[in-house]
DNA sequence: TAAGAATTGTAAACGATTTGACAGTCTTCG
DNA sequence: CGAAGACTGTCAAATCGTTTACAATTCTTA
């Protein structure tokens, strides 16, 4: 693994922090390794820290009284999570787990606001990443509200490459690891519900389906269209 | 209308700036009225500015291709949106209609960055109120995909009694000014649908059901109904 | 490599929601 | 005050997703 300032300095949240800074938050971190399906942290724990994945992939969800599970979001290498960290005081609002095995950079809550009054030129790139993350979240609710069952499951599988591949969707082709049932929990529905309408992808050839994957030979192609349906 | 300085000073976004940051604020800041269903931006809009809301009611919406209209999220007096001013150079990423007759304080956007610049240490907070609103959506997000029909019309219509009533939710009676159409559009559903689940509510004797409105006599009973069902 | 666990494919019956069509009710505005 | 417009209640047919059940496939590990 590379080093955890190397880490810390290519990731985006960071980037309006000034060199020492970085510097100050190696100090602060803790790596942590979790194998796959390890629970990270659960909901409403009251320990609070900002991890930066390193490495791997992570699941933040949420559980029914009933103990049904749902996966709200995932997040790769590069990429933060647990912004329970901007409220001081706050419970862990959803849980997480990792969904492969991943390394994570740990960053004390407190700790780290501290060393946000101290560098408060870092503020406005980390408004802006949390404010981008609520369009991602309403992103959601909108194509909920006025998709259909196609179009929803493509974005979803859109979302989920873009999560997984490379930063950007492209032409290159995307492995999304991810089981049919769990794209059933993410999105409400059951695993022979969206069972059907990936065999109408994979029919019209806009991706291939394998055992815990999906593969896109052509994100692009997927994403024009879904602009053709509703 | 109370003066522009008393609506800033008890809006909680700038509870974490100065006293003299707030006259720095009212110095910036306009006062716009817009009648009920007048737009007050629309998707896409390249001028970004952070409104306050001094009284009335705010819908956020999106259009879909088709021209079908849905309404994400309401707020209403004491409240704030257009937080596409948390990124500099972006576009309005959703429109903004006025509900009710609403009377806003709008602040240029690149303004209101340069005030957060001079008093930094405003930016906690603001990051705080960013966040919350991210769980907010997340939370819905969470609804659709492990509730069911009831509990999640439910949940919508204790959220908008949250927005358009005095704060809180409590035993106090709150009338929610709504159709049943605008509650289908935000919820994916059609009228119908909604209708009979909100028609079980009623003979509950969980809310009453009148023109253009829904009447919550007690908002608490109805939150420990939704506890009780899937 | 063989057994067992996890994942996936498939189909019919069932249940629930949407569609489409009208009539009735409530408001507002000339 | 009366009419137009907006909103609501209802119903049957059609559509769509879930449920239930079982077989087949792929992966893991002993």
């Known amino acids: 693994m590379k080093d955890i300032k190397t880490v810390l300095a290519r990731c985006p949240l960071f980037s309006g922090f000034p ?21 990270i942290y659960s909901k409403g724990s009251a320990i609070s820290t900002l991890n930066i994945i390193a490495s791997g992939v992570v699941r933040i969800s949420s559980v029914n009284p009933a103990g049904r599970e749902a996966t709200l979001i995932m997040f790769s290498a590069g990429t933060w999570f647990g912004d329970s960290v901007f409220s001081p005081g706050m419970r862990r609002v959803y849980g997480a787990t990792a969904h492969e095995a991943v390394t994570l950079i740990e960053i004390p809550g407190e700790a780290f606001r501290e060393l946000m009054a101290t560098y408060p030129e870092g503020y406005p790139v980390i408004l802006d990443m949390v ?26 599988l859109l979302f989920l490459a873009e999560i997984q591949g490379n930063g950007d969707i492209g032409t290159d082709p995307v492995t999304i690891w991810i089981t049919r049932e769990h794209i059933a929990n993410m999105m409400g529905m059951t695993r022979q519900g969206v069972h059907k309408w990936i065999k109408n992808f994979e029919r019209s050839g806009l991706l291939e389906l394998a055992y815990g994957r999906i593969l896109l030979p052509d994100p692009t192609a997927l994403q024009r269209h879904l602009e053709t349906i509703e």
């Open 19 to 39: 060199e020492p800074a970085i510097d100050d938050l190696e100090g602060i971190a803790r790596i942590r390794r979790f194998e796959a399906n390890e629970l």
């Open 131 to 156: 404010s981008r993350r609520l369009w991602a979240a309403m992103s959601i609710i909108e194509d909920d509200a006025l998709r259909g069952v196609a179009a929803r499951i493509g974005r979803r």
